[in-house]
């Protein structure tokens, strides 16, 4: 049973440039979470796609977009790249329907170098 | 204010030592709340959940405070093995349901050593 993968694991971009993350959820889950994690801190919640459409933002300017796809697979993009968007951007999934869990299943990330 | 705060150590320790991590958060509409670990450059995973009663996994214990917005965290008999960064976490419930948006503290970074 694969869990969360997601791609690239690292990547280099430079200031300006546009990067398109991509993320699959561990077998039988329908909701992807995206989350950027900054060195030293905890992870911070970019939004949440459920079928097909975003159903949660967090605090994070347009040039964070995604996509959900008919499979459950997800992309994350970020236009415009800034210095600071310089981290590691996890992908959970979990089951819909599940009231109050807290278990997200991770993916091992995609590590964002900007430029 | 942040909306989940921990003190970010790092906890240094001794093999056998217990230790103790805390944890707040500002909003009182806060449902569900957790504990989660990160090992070095890998992944969240799930340790475990955190009731108002109080709950144990072993040699880990949990308890919330409602009323001071408080969580902590007890492990007992650290092994090397606990090593790792500890994660508060916080979920807001929207129309009984999760939607999985979870909220994490900073993380606090525990050290055990022989």
């Known amino acids: 049973d694969a869990g969360v993968t997601q791609s690239p694991t690292h990547l280099i971009k430079t200031r300006g440039q546009q990067v398109t993350l991509r993320c699959s959820p561990k077998?039988?889950?329908?909701?992807v979470s995206w989350y950027q994690q900054a060195l030293g801190q905890g992870p911070q919640f970019i939004f949440q796609?459920?079928?097909?459409?975003?159903?949660q933002r967090g605090n994070f300017p347009d040039r964070f977009s995604g996509h959900q796809f008919p499979n459950y697979s997800s992309e994350l993009n970020v236009n415009a790249l800034l210095l600071g968007d310089s981290a590691l951007y996890l992908c959970?999934?979990?089951?819909?329907?599940?009231?109050?869990?807290?278990?997200?299943?991770f993916g091992e990330g995609s590590r964002l170098t900007v430029l | 204010r942040k909306e989940v705060e921990q003190d970010p150590g790092p906890f240094n320790v001794p093999e056998g030592a217990t230790v103790a991590f805390n944890c707040t958060y500002s909003?009182?509409?806060?449902?569900?709340f957790f504990w989660y670990r990160q090992d070095c450059r890998k992944e969240p995973k799930l340790l475990m959940s955190?009731?108002?009663s109080g709950n144990e996994d072993g040699r880990f214990t949990a308890q919330l405070n409602r009323a001071s917005q408080y969580i902590s965290l007890l492990i007992r008999d650290s092994k090397l093995s606990d090593s790792a960064t500890y994660l508060c976490?916080?979920?807001?419930?929207?129309?009984?349901?999760?939607?999985?948006?979870?909220?994490f503290g900073q993380g606090t970074i525990l050290t055990v050593h022989p």
């Open positions: 796609y459920y079928e097909e459409e975003e159903r």
């Open positions: 955190v009731y108002s």
């Open positions: 959970a999934s979990s089951r819909k329907g599940a009231p109050g869990t807290g278990e997200l299943f």
């Open positions: 077998s039988g889950h329908d909701t």
């Open positions: 976490v916080v979920t807001l419930n929207a129309g009984g349901t999760s939607y999985g948006k979870l909220t």
């Open positions: 909003n009182s509409a806060s449902q569900s």
